[in-house]
């Protein structure tokens, strides 16, 4: 089971991320963020299963709790990963406005974000 990015909240802080973004279903075989786009969206998932691709080829699967797209928006880069939805998903979609809002608003969101992005970046 994947880890929660809201773990590392209060349930105030929690609420408050999951309220700021809009919760959206997506269709197995979607794939809401393709490699090399800019960052202007990131995805937690609530339900269902993504899997992480990098020039094709399968690098990880994230489910339940695992926050998506937040890695460009935290590094100002391109994305580098494509994901696809493995099962029908449930998500709750922030902009890359929202998300750097609240990480300035919500200094653990934006700690377990940055603690996120470090941890796709150096493959852990």
Not at 33 to 62: F, H, M, N, Q, W
Not at 82 to 94: G, M
Not at 97 to 111: K, T
């Amino acid at each position: 089971m994947t880890e929660s990015i809201l773990d590392s909240l209060d349930p105030a802080d929690a609420k408050r991320v999951l309220a700021a973004g809009r919760e959206l279903t997506l269709p197995q075989g979607w794939s809401p963020i393709a490699e090399r786009t800019p960052a202007d969206k990131a995805y937690l998932i609530c339900e269902g299963e993504v899997s992480v691709r990098k020039g094709g080829v399968e690098i990880a699967t994230l489910g339940p709790g695992a926050v998506v797209g937040e890695t460009a928006i935290v590094n100002r880069t391109l994305r580098s990963a494509t994901i696809v939805a493995l099962t029908p998903l449930r998500v709750v979609h922030f902009t890359s406005e929202r998300i750097e809002q609240l990480a300035d608003e919500v200094p653990a969101f934006g700690a377990a974000l940055r603690a996120a992005a470090a941890g796709r970046v150096t493959g852990s």
